[in-house]
């Protein structure tokens, strides 16, 4: 009868650790979240508010690049030369033109 017991004990105990993992809640992943920068010219600057208005501020100054561009990825600085986009995770803004941006 004391074996019984034992294992009665021991699956009241599993039984309670499973049923309370069920609630703890799972550790919380941060969002992705996409940041855009925009072509002054010279740098890419981050686009502190917003998304970046192709129709009408991508309309400067004629540029070999993109007038905005996106990224997800993290460790971006908030300002970067237009001379070595590449070297960053970066992709042109849908519909950016090859230009300065003139918000």
């Known amino acids: 009868m004391n074996n ?10 599993g039984a309670l650790a ?13 969002p992705f979240s996409t940041k855009y920068w925009t072509n002054d010219g010279t740098n890419y600057q981050l686009l502190t508010s917003g ?7 991508c309309n400067g100054t004629s540029s070999p690049d993109a007038c905005a561009v996106e990224s997800t990825a ?12 590449m070297h960053y995770a970066i992709t042109p803004y849908p519909g950016a033109s090859d230009a300065v941006y003139n918000p």
């Open 18 to 30: 499973i049923g309370f993992s069920a609630f703890t809640n799972a550790p919380k992943k941060a």
């Open 51 to 57: 998304l970046p208005d192709v129709v009408d501020d």
């Open 4 to 13: 019984i017991k034992k294992i009665a004990v021991g699956l009241l105990v």
């Open 74 to 85: 993290t460790g971006i600085p908030n300002s970067f030369p237009i001379s070595n986009p």
